[in-house]
């Protein structure tokens, strides 16, 4: 069974770039065909869906987050790893990573209920 457990800071100042990673075992990040997410949830409000990098290393990314967003992996520690440049208060939020797999190759899901496997979160706070 595939586990996610997010690892990074908890406090951010704001501009400053923001690094999680998450670190995937019981399978492989580059097994077909996962697809392998992070998505936030800022308090009082809904989850976001911020991006994607699948188990060819192909990269999505929401439209809203695109020109701060990138997602990198290292296969050989089976992480993937958020950054989020020039963060802001309203970038406070519990982060989630999160997989999907499927038998055949799919479109990425960009809703956050279309994830079955999730990490438990981890807090990050944007503030001086």
């Known amino acids: 069974q595939v586990q996610l457990q997010e690892s990074g800071p908890g406090l951010v100042k704001p501009s400053q770039t923001l690094s999680l990673t998450c670190t995937v075992s019981?399978?492989?990040?580059?097994?077909?065909?996962?697809?392998w997410s992070w998505i936030r949830q800022p308090p009082g409000k809904g989850l976001e869906w911020m991006g994607a990098?699948?188990?060819?290393?192909?990269?999505y990314y929401s439209p809203s987050l695109k020109s701060r967003t990138s997602i990198s992996r290292d296969t050989s520690k089976n992480q993937f790893t958020l950054h989020l440049s020039s963060v802001r208060p309203e970038d406070t939020a519990v982060y989630y990573c999160?997989?999907?797999?499927?038998?055949?190759?799919?479109?990425?899901?960009?809703?956050?209920?279309?994830?079955?496997?999730w990490g438990q979160g981890t807090q990050v706070t944007v503030s001086s």
């Open positions: 990098i699948t188990y060819s290393g192909s990269t």
């Open positions: 999160a997989s999907d797999y499927s038998r055949y190759p799919k479109p990425i899901a960009t809703t956050p209920g279309e994830y079955d496997i």
């Open positions: 019981g399978g492989s990040i580059t097994t077909n065909y996962y697809y």
